[in-house]
């Protein structure tokens, strides 16, 4: 019952140019655990989202949801349990394997290349994924398809006027605007946004929300988000977890009538 | 229009450049040919060595060890084997960088501090070998006599000012390759290294590989540079490659502008010139040496050209807000 595949180079390569598969979930996550020496971060968490599926993960601070990211991006490797992209075993790969099979994800604390250009850390997310990564006696400006595709991403994300402003000197909105694009330059399968609107204004927390419903219905997302009005206005279904256990699941009705899930956010009587 | 004063610097950089470095070495005399001969030499090595300070973000204290063992391949090779040019060329760069893929594998995963230790370390093992192996190196005593090579062209290279030429020819072709490796596909993916490799992992980079092959890249540069070391010379030491001579290097990039390629190897120009100039008149080359890098740290932390770029910029707002007003 066990015999999950594993992926092999050539399938790697080969999954980038599929179609997806409607019929199976695009991510499975089975009794996944993570221990900090004594501290169990996430304790047995089982997850389903089905290919295209919008999903918000919530709950209090410290019930694992940012660890459940590093789980299945790589980051960290799991105390026990599986994660299955697909329908394959990805549990023991490295993170830059998931990320060529098409996971991506973006950071709560903004982590970007500083002192590179707006348009260099596009570039970055661009040519991560082609084998010309390697090329060291060619230079990169000569590759025009990359360069082009750079530059219509830049015009796509609004971010064509400041593409030589070196990142470091943006504002935090707009940093937390390349957070997100650079996950979105490498055209990703499933995409883990970690608070994409942590730290915004009310207007650019709109601005990103739009951003984010004219996405690709192909492109399956998992969000962490603490405000409602994005989790509510965004997601059909979401999963609530609290110190690192899976709590409830369902739609946002579901959800806010809960009374365990009012207890912990409103706190008991 | 607006970069106008950028290109007019870069105009009047390359001019002087070309004449201090092709139009008029045959009017310098000997000691001068023999100083910029030596400033070119160390222009690659701290070029090599930028490669992974100012593009990798990883700063190596044993950089010095490769630029000795390609130095050391190339001296006994010719003076005990008697091996032509192209022989001893070869086999040094080829060992160095040999034992710099044994030493990447050891050094790729650390970073910051504990890159540092380890290439000291792994550095000073170099300098112990050429230090104790002494029958195939002789030790303290170093190796002595190597002789100019035959090129197999109508030029002696015995005389100074060809050889001098020639070390131009193969500083350029360095500078070339090198412009373009930093400006390649790869050359990008290491500047993201050192800003955030753990945002690079999660884009789907293997940082690890893109580290060890920087080094392995650093340090094969870096052994053209001692092979070219050991041909002017016509000797080589243990000290050569000793933890001084590696600190040497690093306060070449660091004067010059990390990041710059260019920068370190007017740092090496600087460096050499200071050295050979001040031990003319004292033994303490080592506290003048501590006090330029005290100097640059305080006044110039980014380095000579990373200021000058500033510099540009900062006249450049200006003139743009007086065209504003």
Avoid at chain 1, 148 to 153: E, T, V
Avoid at chain 2, 117 to 129: E, H, K, R, S, V
Avoid at chain 2, 195 to 214: D, F, I
């Amino acid at each position: 019952m066990d015999m999950v595949e594993k992926f092999t180079r050539k399938e790697i390569i080969a999954r980038l140019k599929m179609e997806i598969d409607y019929s199976t979930p695009c991510l499975v996550v089975e009794n996944l655990t993570k221990d900090f020496g004594g501290l169990r971060a996430v304790d047995g968490v089982n997850l389903t989202i089905q290919p295209g599926e919008r999903r918000v993960l919530m709950g209090p601070n410290g019930a694992g949801k940012t660890t459940l990211f590093n789980l299945v991006s790589g980051i960290y490797p799991s105390s026990g349990g599986r994660i299955l992209y697909f329908d394959k075993d990805v549990t023991g790969l490295p993170s830059y394997r998931r990320a060529a099979l098409g996971i991506a994800r973006t950071y709560q604390i903004t982590n970007l290349f500083p002192n590179l250009t707006v348009s260099e850390n596009i570039l970055m997310a661009c040519q991560a994924l082609v084998r010309m990564k390697f090329v060291m006696f060619r230079p990169l400006s000569s590759y025009h398809r990359l360069m082009d595709r750079c530059n219509n991403l830049l015009k796509e994300f609004g971010l064509w006027e400041k593409r030589n402003e070196l990142v470091k000197n943006l504002s935090h909105g707009d940093q937390r605007q390349i957070e997100v694009s650079l996950a979105l330059a490498e055209k990703p399968r499933l995409l883990l946004l970690d608070e994409p609107a942590a730290g915004l204004s009310s207007a650019e927390t709109h601005a990103l929300t739009l951003l984010l419903k004219k996405l690709d219905s192909s492109i399956t997302i998992l969000l962490i988000e603490h405000d409602m009005d994005v989790a509510f206005e965004f997601a059909e279904r979401i999963t609530v977890l609290y110190q690192g256990k899976f709590l409830a699941e369902g739609t946002k009705e579901e959800v806010k009538n809960n009374p365990t899930v009012q207890e912990i956010y409103l706190g008991s009587e | 229009m607006k970069d106008s004063l950028a290109q007019k610097t870069k105009i009047i950089g390359l001019t002087l450049a070309f004449l201090v470095l092709v139009v008029m070495p045959p009017f310098y005399t000997s000691y001068w040919i023999t100083l910029f001969t030596q400033m070119l030499i160390y222009g690659i090595l701290a070029m090599s060595l930028d490669i992974l300070i100012g593009y990798t973000g990883l700063s190596s204290f044993g950089h010095a060890g490769f630029f000795g063992s390609s130095a050391y391949v190339v001296a006994v090779l010719a003076t005990r084997y008697k091996m032509g040019f192209l022989t001893c060329f070869v086999s040094g760069i080829v060992v160095a960088t040999g034992i710099s893929m044994i030493f990447g594998l050891l050094v790729a995963h650390a970073t910051g501090v504990y890159f540092l230790i380890i290439t000291l370390a792994l550095g000073m093992t170099l300098w112990g070998l050429a230090f104790r192996w002494v029958n195939m190196t002789g030790g303290d005593n170093g190796i002595s006599g190597i002789p100019r090579p035959d090129l197999g062209l109508p030029i002696s290279l015995k005389d100074p000012l060809t050889f001098y030429y020639v070390i131009l020819i193969f500083f350029l072709i360095c500078l070339f390759l090198m412009a373009i490796y930093v400006r390649s596909p790869f050359g990008h993916s290491l500047k993201g290294v050192r800003e955030s490799e753990s945002r690079m992992r999660v884009l789907g980079y293997h940082t690890w590989l893109h580290k060890y092959m920087s080094y392995v890249s650093a340090a094969a540069f870096g052994s053209v540079a001692g092979a070219l070391w050991a041909y002017f010379d016509g000797f080589i030491s243990p000290y050569n490659m000793d933890l001084t001579a590696s600190i040497e290097i690093i306060l070449m990039v660091i004067l010059g502008g990390p990041g710059t390629l260019i920068g370190p190897a007017l740092g090496a120009g600087i460096i050499v010139f200071l050295k050979n100039f001040i031990s003319a008149y004292t033994q303490r080359w080592l506290l003048i040496l501590g006090t330029i890098y005290i100097l640059t740290i305080l006044y110039a932390p980014q380095g000579l050209m990373n200021l000058l770029k500033d510099w540009l910029k900062g006249t450049r707002r200006k003139t743009q807000v007086k065209e504003a007003s």
